[in-house]
């Protein structure tokens, strides 16, 4: 997961802190959880099996969730 998470911060050009404190609401960042998958989108803060437009499978795991917030 720690893989994840920093892919997550290249895509999003910040640190997983910044990423957090600029979605104190409902939404934030989510990436496919697939190996390959490089996918990103803006999910529910609780996504843990959000569906992913470039795989095609429910792999989308928000940031919060990663972090286990």
Avoid: F
Avoid at 4 to 21: D, F, P, S
Avoid at 29 to 55: A, F, H, K, Y
Wanted: net charge negative; charged share 30%; aromatic share 2%.
């Amino acid at each position: 997961m720690r893989y994840k998470l920093e892919m997550l911060c290249v895509t999003e050009g910040k640190c997983i802190l910044t990423i957090l404190a600029d979605h104190p609401d409902e939404t934030c960042p989510g990436i496919c959880m697939n190996p390959e998958c490089t996918w990103t989108t803006l999910v529910d803060r609780s996504e843990t099996e959000g569906e992913c437009r470039q795989c095609k499978t429910k792999t989308v795991m928000s940031a919060r969730m990663l972090m286990k917030l």
